[in-house]
């Protein structure tokens, strides 16, 4: 089945650092790939969604320039965290999907814990 | 405004009996319809689908089905099993298919 990792799966920084979050496809190429936000016993929220070699889709009340989103290959999106916060502490989960089929395949998440 | 609704947030269900859990959705537009199983510390995983031209779709022990007029879908596990434990999504796709709308989840609990 199709394969997506993250890295790291968890991770902890200082207030005001800026954390990059890795989403790969291993056995397919991902035309589309989405970011997701979820807090406890919420809900996934979609932050972005991002397609290789454009620029990503924001969701209203998602700040772009704090949550960077690059998608520099069909294989390949980052999200980075800038001037993280301790609001800023969540689950981040991605998923990539192939332009023929609707379901998503997510990867298995990263926890981030900003101090 | 939450388009896709699942009010139970948990259900328990003794091993072996059937778990049905809830969906209702409020955008017509909605064409595409998935269930996601999700473990905590872990990504959702798909679980089965179903186009709104149909009403029902079956795998093993999992069955969807689909109430268009009522606006309501329902999974259907039998016989569960303590490792079904887990959070169970519900999602629709517009017709475009560019967004997932993600319900709240259910956490289902089976005991042995």
């Known amino acids: ?115 | 405004d939450q388009q896709v609704k699942q009010n139970s947030p948990s259900l328990s269900v003794q091993e072996g009996r059937i778990s049905i859990l809830n969906c209702d959705y409020t955008n017509s537009m909605f064409d595409y319809f998935l269930w996601y199983k999700k473990y905590p510390a872990e990504g959702p995983t798909f679980l089965i689908s179903i186009s709104s031209i149909k009403d029902k779709n079956e795998d093993g022990r999992f069955t969807v089905f689909l109430n268009k007029s009522a606006k309501h879908l329902s999974l259907h596990i039998v016989p569960s099993q303590p490792g079904d434990s887990a959070v169970y999504f519900c999602a629709a796709n517009d017709a475009g298919g560019f967004k997932t709308i993600f319900g709240a989840g259910t956490r289902l609990f089976v005991k042995a």
Not at chain 1, 2 to 26: D, M, N, Y
Not at chain 1, 32 to 50: D, E, G, H, I, V
Not at chain 1, 63 to 92: C, G, M, Q, R, W
Request: net charge neutral; hydrophobic share 35%.
């Open chain 1, 1 to 115: 089945g199709a394969v997506v990792s993250q890295h790291p799966s968890w991770v902890i920084c200082k207030s005001g650092t800026s954390v990059k979050i890795e989403c790969r496809s291993l056995d397919f190429q991902a035309t589309t790939m989405f970011w997701y936000r979820q807090f406890p016993k919420q809900s996934l929220m979609l932050m972005a969604t991002s397609n290789e070699g454009s620029k990503a889709t924001y969701e209203q009340g998602v700040e772009k320039d704090k949550f960077l989103i690059n998608h520099a290959s069909l294989t390949l999106s980052t999200l980075t965290v800038t001037s993280a916060h301790p609001e800023d502490s969540s689950f981040y989960i991605c998923s990539a999907r192939v332009s023929v089929s609707l379901e998503q395949y997510f990867g298995p998440g990263t926890r981030l814990t900003v101090t």
